[in-house]
């Protein structure tokens, strides 16, 4: 039986529609790149009509919904064994992500009909992961169908009112999702690359320690995301926030200063780390007065544009390589996004420390991130809209 590499090189259609990644990896940053700035212009005070609320739905739910296509429908043909979705109904769960966006935008689409047309792909793309996963058989990753669905729910309770509610217990959903996955692939990806350079040292294998942190990182979001402000919440995030590090030790990154491919995962992991303990922090000030005073958007942002945004450019220019037939080695440009993605991150979390400069400081983050999803667009979108590349000595 063919494997699911072999079924996208074999597909003979138009090369953006050969696998998920392509099309949903290029618009979704565009998407990105296109709407922080849009929401710091009308932040700043620079007309009306854009809200605190549109600029998160559209971050979660626009942005990360898209990525997390690209990246389920192209690694969930791997986990099963069976055929990937291309061609026509790959353009089929693309537009649906599109309808979405455009009517998050024109007022003529509202009310029922926003709802319809937004909440159509993540409903419709968890269907599918289910289907794949059950007929696959692939009981080890019933975690991650379930995680899509409790996505979609969110969507379709945004629109039912449910607000930024329903947004913090999605961002949840994705964290916990990183957690995941990221134990997967971090110490995986490292460990091929350890091995290559003949380093005996390698990353500790996952483990009931590893499952213990997944369970209380989930847990923690969630009690936060309840709007449990207390110190049971800020206990928990904290605790969450060590144990992750202490998991990020474990998976020796300071070897892997050679590779930007593989030292970004580390990075974008550590920043959920940060994120937890500057939540967990936030939380217990609130609470109790116990503790560094620290906003809770900072803590917000190095979990949002830090461990979201880091981890899916460094997942996004990755895969764009291998699956692309490129060698896996990032170029000088592909450094530059590394930089640009953290640097607006870091801005951003210490313009909550600093009020005096807190709007400076969001457009100078925004320009930064802007820069680092538009680069790769521009960097990785010939690829991802050409055939696969092949070696001259193959």
Known sequence: MATSAQQMRSYDGHPVLSAGFRPFFLAASAWSALIVPIWIWFYSGHGVGVSMSWHAHEMVFG?????????????????????????????ALFSLWNFGRLAMVLPAWSGVAAMAADCAFLVVFAALVWREILTGRNWRNLPVAVMITVLAICNIAY?????????????????TLISLIGGRII??????WLKKQKIASLPAAFSKFDLFIVILTGTSLVVWASDRLDVVAGCLLCAAGGLNMVRLVRWRGL????????????IGYAWLAIGLLLLGMATLHTASGFGPDVSQQSGLHALTAGAIGVMTLAVMTRASLGHTGRPLVADQGTT?????????????VLAGFAPQFYLPGLVVSSL???????????????????????????
């Open 255 to 266: 070897s892997t200063s050679g590779e930007p491919l593989v030292w970004i995962l580390h």
């Open 159 to 175: 629109h039912a009112g449910a607000g930024m509610a329903s947004i913090r217990i999605a961002l949840a959903v994705i964290l």
């Open 187 to 192: 110490p995986s990806f490292t460990t091929n």
């Open 368 to 394: 930064l991130w802007t820069g680092a999803f538009g680069g790769f667009c521009i960097l990785y979108g010939p690829a991802l809209l050409k055939p696969r590349w092949r070696s001259p000595d193959v």
């Open 63 to 91: 942005y990360v919904g898209g990525i997390v296509g690209g990246f389920l429908l192209t690694a969930v043909p791997n986990w099963t064994g069976r055929l990937p979705v291309t061609g026509l109904p790959l353009l």
């Open 336 to 348: 530059i996004l590394y930089l640009l993605v953290n640097l607006a991150a870091a801005v951003r």
